[in-house]
């Protein structure tokens, strides 16, 4: 059975930090691109950054350049968002995805607030 979980997310003050970690199970981790997307309330989602299946190459959206960093560990089957500076236009629910061909998991998402 094909399990993406989420955790780490929270309420965090503006210019703060949340690592958000992804476990996943049921798969070949290490043959998966993996990616952290976002959805806000009336907006649609989008891609905060991914992460190739050995963990060399990674892209971000601009929103993020600088501030987040992806990251992953295939030997724990884990993939992680290190997010600093955080913004309230940070706030949003994030989605781990993973993605191999015309396979494509999602996890059930975990919420992030960036208030004062």
């Known amino acids: 059975q094909v399990q993406l979980v989420e955790s780490g997310g929270g309420l965090v003050q503006p210019g703060g930090s949340l690592r958000l970690s992804c476990a996943a199970s049921?798969?070949?981790?290490?043959?998966?691109?993996m990616n952290w997307y976002r959805q806000a309330p009336g907006k649609e989602r989008e891609l905060v950054a991914g992460i190739t299946n050995g963990g060399v190459s990674r892209d971000y959206a601009d929103s993020v350049k600088g501030r987040f960093t992806i990251s992953r560990d295939n030997n724990k089957n884990m993939v992680y968002l290190q997010m600093n500076s955080l913004k309230p236009e940070d706030t949003a629910m994030y989605y781990c995805?993973?993605?191999?061909?015309?396979?494509?998991?999602w996890g059930q998402g975990i919420q992030v607030t960036v208030s004062s």
């Open positions: 049921g798969f070949t981790f290490s043959n998966y691109y």
């Open positions: 995805n993973g993605r191999y061909y015309r396979y494509d998991y």
